[in-house]
């Protein structure tokens, strides 16, 4: 056995000397890398409250490019305008959807879920009803 300039120990030929090096390369490479940026996929609701059968539009950002994204509103897919919703080369969308009139009053899930990246967002709609509000007396 012979040890080398930079401490590293090799046998008969260059195969252990090289594992050392690659092991060494791999080893500093991903040390040194940056980590990827994080995707953050994010939709807003207008307006966000509201009674059943109210218009919300909902905006998109953060999806995969080109994708077709769906829109579920207390965990049922919901009819949208477009009825095909394809998000930008840049993963931007804009729709819109009724709430459904059998909603009851509360706070209720809005998710877009991307079809083929499968990256969702989520935002709270809070359904009121027209009505006089329970603490009235």
């Given at each position: ?24 390369a791999v080893l500093a490479f991903g040390l040194l ?14 307006p966000n409250v509201g009674p ?86």
């Open positions: 056995m012979a040890r080398g300039s930079s401490g590293s120990v090799f046998q008969r030929g260059r195969s252990r000397y090289l594992t050392v090096a690659v092991v060494g890398a940056q980590p990827a940026a994080a995707v953050t996929t994010s939709i807003t609701l207008s059943p059968t109210t218009k919300v539009t909902v905006t998109g950002a953060g999806f995969g490019a080109s994708e077709t994204v769906n829109v579920y509103f207390s965990a049922a897919q919901v009819a949208t305008v477009p009825s095909t919703i394809t998000t930008t080369s840049t993963g931007t969308f804009t729709a819109s959807f009724t709430v459904p009139t059998s909603a009851l009053p509360g706070k209720h899930a809005v998710m877009a879920t991307g079809q083929t990246s499968l990256l969702s967002a989520s935002q709270y709609f809070l359904v009121r009803t027209n009505g006089p509000s329970s603490d009235s007396t």
